[in-house]
């Protein structure tokens, strides 16, 4: 038999690391019906289906809109808008059930070719609109609940529900539901550690938007990770408002609107990219644009003042030789390398940075406050640190280490040699200390 490479070794360790850590979570897919039209769609669905067979409970809601549109005007059955919401008339919703189900069917066909079972369901309790700043908006309905009791078994049993956009009321009257609204509702229900908004559109890129300078794009223009915040100064610059029908830009809502509803992360990727899905997750930068919770909001500089708190944290450490001995001064001196982790103006874990040329920066001396570990402070300021080496243009982030490599693995962290230090920090390599170093590249 060939042997595998070691890069693909290293893959394969990778998808192996992941599958542990995703395993057992929910993640959501809304769908933008061009998709299902692609001819990329049926590896898309390979891709999803993957993602259940390795145990990540996968709900799916389909966009149908384009599709519902086409039907209705091929019944030439006229529907009005009422802003970015249709008016369901009595006429026309027979026709919008029959597209709604006809467009999840394909999601259906796409997972069985994987021998993935899949679920079409009636999860979804809605309540009409009534009449809206006098218009009727007859069948148009808006979210009552997701009934979770309904979903759950189906998850646990590794099948995959599929929601339309349909919901029925208490007594039974089907309603027109957007689909967007559908997928925040069923992620915030199951608490969903993703929600994936997989768009037909190429998405926001600079220049073709308006992005303000304090926020990062790669090479292509490409937003790479979003707070909030910036996802909020965005539509800002691009008077969302006026521009309701940028679908970029309503993607970018739902987002941000998911975020604030306490969803850890969002990712909005172009489905047309091959293999767009697992690269998104299962690699450090990603290929489309995820807007995450601020966690970073606790971290702050190091003052001088903080030094004594930071020494306290250290000197155990320090003691045990787990970290080497550093003063006051060397602290002082390094000041600027240093980032506290705070709460209620007390400070509870520290990490360092320190640029040592050649495109390499040593992250050091970090310790928590044991009786914190619930907070995952040492986690949240690597993660930090990795950050903002990246936006630094750093091209790779490195440890020394005696006792903390499995946690630095864990992190997506990999052994690597003396050799390969830089040059300076070569020449200060303590070989008693026979520190072991790990290496992540940026
Ligand atoms: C390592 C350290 C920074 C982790 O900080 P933390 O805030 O507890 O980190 P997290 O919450 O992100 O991680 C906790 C997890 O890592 C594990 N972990 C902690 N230390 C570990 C170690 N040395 N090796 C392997 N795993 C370790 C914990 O068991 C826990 O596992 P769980 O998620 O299964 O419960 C912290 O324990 C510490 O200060 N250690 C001493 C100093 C040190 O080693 N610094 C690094 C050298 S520069």
Avoid at 297 to 302: F, G, H, Q, V
Avoid at 320 to 338: A, F, N, P, V
Avoid at 391 to 398: D, S
């Amino acid at each position: 038999m060939e042997q595998p490479n070691w890069s693909q070794v290293d893959l394969i360790r990778e998808a192996f690391h992941y599958q542990s850590r995703f395993s057992g979570t929910t993640m959501v897919f809304k769908v933008d019906f061009p998709l299902t039209e692609d001819a990329g769609f049926s590896y898309f669905m390979k891709d999803i289906a993957l993602l259940s067979q390795i145990g990540i409970r996968v709900v799916i809601v389909p966009g149908a809109k384009e599709w519902i549109d086409s039907v209705l005007s091929e019944y030439n059955i006229q529907t009005g808008y009422a802003g970015p919401l249709r008016i369901t008339t009595a006429e026309a919703m027979p026709f919008v059930n029959m597209a709604a189900f006809n467009v999840a069917t394909k999601f259906i066909t796409g997972l069985s070719a994987s021998r993935v079972n899949a679920v079409i369901g009636s999860f979804v309790k809605a309540r009409g609109l009534g009449v809206v700043n006098g218009i009727d908006m007859a069948h148009t309905g808006m979210m009552d609940k997701i009934l979770t009791d309904a979903l759950k078994p189906i998850l646990e049993r590794g099948m995959v529900p599929i929601l339309p956009c349909i919901g029925w009321s208490s007594s039974g009257k089907p309603y027109n539901i957007p689909s967007d609204e559908i997928a925040l509702e069923v992620s915030k229900a199951l608490h969903a550690v993703k929600l994936f908004i997989v768009s037909a559109e190429k998405g926001i890129t600079s220049p073709e938007y308006s992005i303000p300078e304090s926020i990062h794009t790669d090479e292509q223009g490409r937003l790479i990770r979003l707070t909030p915040q910036e996802a909020e100064g965005i539509l800002k610059a691009n008077q969302f408002e006026t521009n309701k029908e940028d679908i970029s830009l309503v993607e970018l809502q739902l987002a941000l609107k998911a975020s604030k509803a306490g969803i850890e992360r969002i990712h909005i990727i172009d489905g047309k990219q091959d293999g767009a899905i697992l690269r998104e997750l299962f690699s450090n930068l990603g290929v489309g644009t995820m807007v995450y919770a601020d966690e970073y909001e606790s971290i702050r500089p190091l003052g001088i003042e903080d030094i004594p708190d930071v020494l306290r944290l250290m000197e155990p450490l320090m003691k045990q030789g787990i970290l080497i001995r550093r003063s006051h001064e060397d602290i002082q001196e390094k000041k600027d390398d240093y980032m506290v982790f705070e709460i209620d103006s007390s400070v509870y874990a520290c990490a360092a940075m320190h640029d040592w040329g050649e495109g390499q920066a040593e992250i050091a001396a970090i310790a928590t406050d044991p009786a914190y570990s619930d907070l995952r402070m040492g986690r949240r300021l690597v993660r930090y640190l990795i950050d903002k080496a990246r936006r630094q243009k750093f091209r790779r982030v490195f440890v020394l280490t005696t006792s903390t490599h499995d946690w630095f693995e864990l992190l997506g962290f990999r052994e690597s040699s003396v050799d390969k230090l830089p040059s300076r920090k070569r020449a200060h390599y303590d070989t008693n200390r026979n520190s072991k170093i790990f290496a992540l590249d940026l």
